[in-house]
């Protein structure tokens, strides 16, 4: 799996309905007020991720690539009692199939060749980049994309694959990783768009790295309960203690294949 750079969409949310909060003594609660809870704030974040790992100088390398909100800045044209004219303000836009092949060619692809170690990189005949089947996610014969990565020289460099349709999720970010940034970005209780961004951007810096690590143990898990399931989206999670483990320096690094394949 150290080829393997898991990309995938998630909203986040300023707060959410029925949550609640549980000051100190001294703290002052949030308040946070909309007009209906199908009008909470909220942003759309395309986010790229790879395996971490220990490199040849013994440095780690946390295999973050890169999360990028799907909207643009603007400024308020018009005062009110809320902010005045000309404060910043950020508007979410919906995915389509040409907004998520612009993000792969502009942001994700640049950023796999930026943030990926190059002695990592040199190893591998390909980087293979994993999508699920969603309808505005292009596809991985397209042929814009296609002509652009031969321009780039990437033709023969990388390789999108999408997941078959109805299978379980077995994407990284899913498993874990985007609930402890949500759960993360609870604690700041943003008021608005742009904090919301400010703060899922931090948050994603400051998640540590074995955190990461341990998602992607949980995937091959993963992979051996949905081969217990036969293939199926009914298999069921089977805990492994990886944070004890991890303290008595235990944690595989690869998890046994299920025999049942063998």
């Known amino acids: 799996m150290e080829n393997e750079v898991h990309v995938d969409e998630k909203w986040f949310f300023v707060c959410c309905d029925g949550e609640s909060h549980a000051p100190a003594s001294d703290e002052i609660p949030p308040?946070?007020?909309?007009?209906?809870?199908?009008h909470?704030?909220?942003?759309?974040?395309?986010?790229?991720?790879?395996?971490?790992?220990?490199?040849?100088?013994?440095?780690?390398?946390?295999?973050?690539?890169?999360?990028?909100?799907?909207?643009?800045?603007?400024?308020?044209e018009r005062g009110s009692v809320n902010r005045p004219r000309g404060t910043l303000l950020f508007e979410p836009e919906t995915t389509d199939m040409d907004k998520h092949r612009s993000m792969?060619?502009?942001?994700?692809?640049?950023?796999?060749?930026?943030?990926?170690?190059?002695?990592?990189?040199?190893?591998?005949?390909k980087i293979i980049m994993q999508q699920d089947g969603a309808?505005?996610?292009?596809?991985?014969?397209?042929?814009?994309?296609?002509?652009?990565?031969?321009e780039m020289g990437l033709d023969e460099k990388t390789r999108l694959v999408t997941q078959p349709a109805n299978s379980p999720d077995?994407?990284?970010?899913?498993?874990?990783?985007?609930?402890?940034?949500?759960?993360m970005c609870h604690c700041t209780t943003p008021s608005n768009e742009l904090e919301l961004v400010e703060m899922a951007e931090q948050t994603c810096q400051d998640h540590l790295?074995?955190?990461i690590n341990r998602v992607w143990v949980t995937l091959q898990t993963a992979f051996n309960n949905v081969l217990d399931n036969f293939g199926g989206n009914q298999h069921k999670m089977t805990p492994m203690g990886k944070e004890k483990l991890e303290?008595?320096?235990?944690?595989?690094?690869?998890v046994e294949v299920n025999p049942i394949v063998r």
């Open 135 to 150: 309808p505005a996610h292009v596809n991985p014969g397209d042929h814009e994309r296609m002509e652009t990565l031969t």
């Open 209 to 211: 790295c074995n955190k």
């Open 247 to 254: 303290k008595q320096g235990r944690l595989p690094r690869v």
């Open 40 to 76: 909470i704030a909220k942003v759309m974040f395309l986010c790229a991720q790879a395996r971490p790992r220990k490199l040849t100088n013994n440095t780690w390398w946390d295999g973050k690539i890169g999360i990028w909100p799907i909207g643009h800045c603007r400024r308020a």
């Open 170 to 183: 077995l994407n990284v970010n899913d498993l874990g990783f985007f609930n402890a940034l949500q759960s």
């Open 31 to 38: 308040e946070r007020a909309v007009k209906h809870k199908s």
């Open 104 to 125: 792969m060619i502009g942001d994700v692809l640049p950023a796999i060749l930026n943030e990926f170690p190059h002695i990592e990189c040199n190893r591998f005949a």
